[in-house]
């Protein structure tokens, strides 16, 4: 009898253990991939704030004598490739990160941003600017929810 106990102590203290180090390994892992997704999607925020802000700084300069749109997106200027490559890359990231509410949020920024920045740097319009950085608020929230709720 004394055996059959010990055995069966012996059993349950294995299990335990092993679950227990099931849940260490996954704390580690999600822990992991919140520091990742911090990291991508501050990287993403700052690019997408220089995409902004470049495009914002070409419409004060050609607001006076807009180029046309479609030529813009066609060759961006020099100004602008640099910081559309790497919101490219940074947007690619996220989206290899992201679940399902920062996609969304992601999407629909993305949309507003790259509809944005031609005509500001073309220097015809920036009526859109609102409806952008609201969305761009949205974006940082449904972020923000995931790294905590992660």
Avoid: K
């Avoid at 690019?47 to 700084?57: K, P, V």
């Avoid at 949309?111 to 952008?132: F, H, K």
């Amino acid at each position: 009898m004394t055996a059959v106990v010990g055995l069966v102590t012996a059993m349950l203290t294995h299990r335990w253990q092993q679950e227990r180090l099931r849940l260490e390994e996954r704390f580690v892992s999600e822990r992991e991939l919140r520091a990742t997704r911090r990291e991508v999607y501050a990287r993403y925020l700052v690019t997408a704030q220089r995409l902004f802000d470049t495009g914002n700084a070409l419409y004060r300069q050609r607001a006076a004598s807009p180029a046309d749109v479609a030529d813009v997106v066609a060759t961006p200027p020099a100004e602008l490739r640099d910081p559309i490559a790497c919101n490219e890359a940074a947007r690619v990231e996220v989206m290899l990160l992201a679940t399902g509410p920062v996609r969304a949020a992601l999407e629909a920024y993305d949309r507003a941003l790259w509809d944005l920045w031609p005509r500001m740097a073309s220097g015809t319009d920036r009526v859109n600017q609102p409806v952008c950085t609201q969305l761009y608020h949205q974006l940082v929230q449904a972020m923000h929810g995931e790294i905590q709720g992660s």
